[in-house]
């Protein structure tokens, strides 16, 4: 290669260099907006995804049909995104932007309060429809007729292209301007303008399904492996009133809910009625049984308590599915402590609350009458405008005892819930599952009467008597009760931020800025989540004893040489003993060696991982333009290589070599 050339590459290097710079300038990045991802599990990928650079197309935004049919049937560009609003988001609608050639992504624009969206949620109709008791080798129809009535399945399509949520008034408005400004009138004339476009970035490495993308993931790269995807998992949660190391009887009631949710955009899962009400009753039902027990002899004790939430229940019953696995092996809580499937006595899950005035329970058990009795006689007292009773539809509800059912049929069992025959949730599994839905507004102290404050308070005080009298064998009722005062604050933490007031208290140190409570699961092998190291020292909070030890070091040893769980709080100083204990949260299928990915038997989920998410806005240059500076280019290629042909042809005579020694000289 000749001087030239390398000085002519040089050139074109830095001016293409520099006008990319310049190019750079000219995006405007969305900030704000939340992508739809890529999860796969045993048999095929579910979600979306954008091309690795990112999906281009000028923006066009459709309020109605007849927008949308002018961009797929009449539009003069190549490729368009389309941003839309919450009435065009449906199954339909994005199927045919799916299926067109011409659409490159899809942004969600919610322009109208959250507490004006109808209903929406992404989920199936019978959500998990294939684990639990469908799962093999029960493989029982537990679907019948639709559970979740205003499933759309959104969330359970391939989806070729990126679609993004963004409910930023900033981003909303600069998108609409610049819309408005160069993209209108919608005509043959956009091809010779400039026009507002977007690009929508989010590459996602997981393709197939998870058994393909872990195999990839294993074998592809062993110097430097890449995860293309991950499991989903977490840790559950448990903690019983009776410490299990003085506990031989081995008679349990096990309370349990989930506390995790699912949505269709990343980093958006409020989760409010899905997990947050249930979890929030089961706290506060933990903290009375534990207030009316503390200075009891629990010795005496027939039955103990277990109180469990579960994560990943969105993905087929990750966290329950895990626990009924370990319980089969011996090893729940774990070996030393094992509890067998017949020491479940009775199995309690608080499933969608809030306050309605029927309060229903699903089993199909005949031995939980006297409990449902006992618990009816005090639900008149705390529960005064609520009619507690049974489900009138006979299948079971997608719910963690589907887990427990699928091993032990003749479990007693009973999921209470504030629904009957379907899910009154409009909002299932979605983004607008927030306080909007349960109509929640924190009051700092002062709940007026029929909230669901009260509501709440009245269950986790109903529940709470009825344990009580279980575990003491007595039935005058305790007077120590759940305020709505206690509920209020601590729905707040749950629903609104976490930045709240128990979480405080509770002395557990959280940094991170976000404050939105985010119940999605996420995967396995990131730090436990958030929401379930502050759920757990809530419960800590809740169930725990102040110790005198004063010191760090010495909080640590005390647990080593008692077996019972410490604490140390730094803020605070404070060692506090309690019974609370988490337990692993990922599916059996990646723990058991050489498992079936396809068989179906427990939850294969996985995420996809991406290396970048991004929407920026942009000035596409006209088709003349562009054409003008495609010729240009042509023109300057041709004239280089005719300069540099010429200039070899006489370089001799340019610039006075000496003669060459050649090989033919010598
Ligand atoms: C994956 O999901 C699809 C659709 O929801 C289902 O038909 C299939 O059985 C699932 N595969 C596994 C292994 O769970
Ligand atoms: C659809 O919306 C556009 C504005 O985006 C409006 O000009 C048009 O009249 C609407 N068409 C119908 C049929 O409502
Ligand atoms: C979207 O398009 C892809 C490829 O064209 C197709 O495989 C997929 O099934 C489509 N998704 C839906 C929900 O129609
Ligand atoms: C709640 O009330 C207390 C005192 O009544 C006050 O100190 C606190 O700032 C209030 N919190 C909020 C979030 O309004
Ligand atoms: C439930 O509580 C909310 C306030 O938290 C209230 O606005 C609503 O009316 C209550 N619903 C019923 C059925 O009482
Ligand atoms: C907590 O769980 C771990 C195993 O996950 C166990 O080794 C430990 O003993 C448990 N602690 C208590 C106090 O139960």
């Not at 626990?323 to 199995?347: C, H, M, N, T």
Request: net charge neutral.
């Amino acid at each position: 290669m000749s001087v030239l050339h390398v000085l002519v590459i040089c050139t074109f290097a830095l001016t293409c260099n520099a006008s990319l710079n310049v190019h750079d300038r000219m995006y405007v990045l969305l900030k704000a907006t939340s992508p739809c991802v890529l999860r796969l599990n045993g048999t095929r990928s579910f979600g979306c995804t954008s091309s690795r650079s990112g999906n281009v197309g000028v923006l066009h935004l459709a309020h109605n049909a007849s927008d949308l049919d002018w961009v797929l049937n009449a539009s003069p560009m190549d490729s368009y995104t389309v941003g839309i609003t919450f009435s065009m988001f449906n199954l339909e609608t994005l199927k045919r932007m799916n299926s067109s050639s011409k659409i490159q992504g899809v942004l969600l624009m919610q322009n109208i309060s959250r507490a004006d969206v109808p209903e929406f949620s992404p989920e199936d109709t019978c959500p998990n429809r294939y684990s639990g008791l469908a799962a093999p080798p029960t493989r029982q129809n537990t679907c019948d007729q639709p559970w979740n009535v205003n499933g759309s399945g959104i969330m359970l399509q391939n989806w070729n292209i990126p679609i993004f949520f963004t409910d930023d008034k900033d981003a909303i408005s600069k998108i609409d301007d610049c819309f408005h400004k160069f993209n209108l009138p919608l005509d043959d004339s956009q091809t010779s303008r400039s026009l507002c476009a977007l690009e929508m970035t989010a590459h996602m490495y997981g393709s197939v399904d998870s058994r393909t993308c872990i195999r990839r993931s294993n074998l592809a790269f062993s110097m430097n492996p890449i995860q293309f995807c991950q499991a989903l998992g977490d840790e559950n949660i448990y903690a019983p009133i009776v410490p299990l190391a003085n506990y031989k009887r081995k008679s349990y009631i096990v309370v349990a809910t989930r506390m995790d949710a699912t949505s269709l955009f990343y980093g958006q899962t409020p989760g409010a009625l899905a997990a947050a009400t249930s979890l929030v009753s089961l706290l506060l039902t933990a903290k009375l049984l534990f207030q009316l027990t503390n200075n009891a002899d629990l010795s005496k004790y027939e039955n103990n308590v277990l109180f469990v939430a579960f994560t990943g229940e969105a993905y087929d019953y990750i966290g329950s599915s895990r626990i009924v696995y370990d319980l089969k092996r011996g090893q729940f809580p774990f070996k030393e402590q094992a509890i067998s499937k017949d020491d479940i006595k009775l199995y309690i899950e608080l499933s969608q609350l809030f306050n309605v005035s029927e309060l229903n329970y699903h089993t199909s058990s005949p031995e939980v009458q006297s409990f449902v009795g006992n618990f009816t006689r005090n639900a008149k007292k705390h529960l005064t405008s609520v009619n507690v009773s049974k489900s009138t539809r006979s299948s079971v509800p997608p719910s963690s005892m589907q887990s427990f059912l699928a091993m032990n049929s003749k479990l007693p069992g009973l999921v209470f819930s504030s629904y009957d025959d379907h899910f009154h949730n409009k909002y299932y599994h979605s983004i607008y599952d927030d306080k909007f839905n349960i109509k929640y507004t924190f009051s700092n102290g002062s709940a007026p009467t029929n909230s669901l404050q009260e509501y709440v308070a009245g269950f986790a005080t109903t529940l709470a008597h009825t344990l009580y009298e279980m575990l003491a064998n007595q039935t005058t009722p305790p007077t120590d009760v759940i305020s709505k005062e206690e509920s209020d604050q601590l729905l707040n933490c749950y629903v609104d931020s976490l930045d709240c007031e128990y979480f405080k208290q509770s002395g557990v140190i959280y940094t991170s800025r976000e404050t939105k409570p985010n119940f999605y699961v996420s995967v396995a092998t990131y730090d436990v989540n958030p929401l379930t190291t502050l759920t757990k020292y809530i419960l800590i909070y809740f169930m725990g004893k102040n110790t005198t030890i004063a010191d760090e070091q010495q909080c640590i040893d005390r647990m080593q040489t008692t077996f019972t769980n410490h604490v140390w709080l730094p803020d605070k100083k404070l060692c506090i003993e309690s019974t609370v204990n988490s337990t692993s949260a990922v599916s059996p299928a990646f723990v058991i060696d050489n498992y079936d990915m396809t068989s179906g038997q427990y939850s294969t989920w996985t995420e996809s991982s991406w290396e970048a998410i991004s929407v920026r806005m942009f000035m596409k240059p006209s088709r003349g333009y562009e054409w003008l500076v495609f010729v240009t280019g042509i023109l300057i290629l041709i004239a280089s290589f005719a300069i540099t042909f010429w200039i070899n042809r006489n370089a001799k005579q340019l610039f006075n070599y000496p003669n060459l020694i050649t090989a033919s000289n010598i």
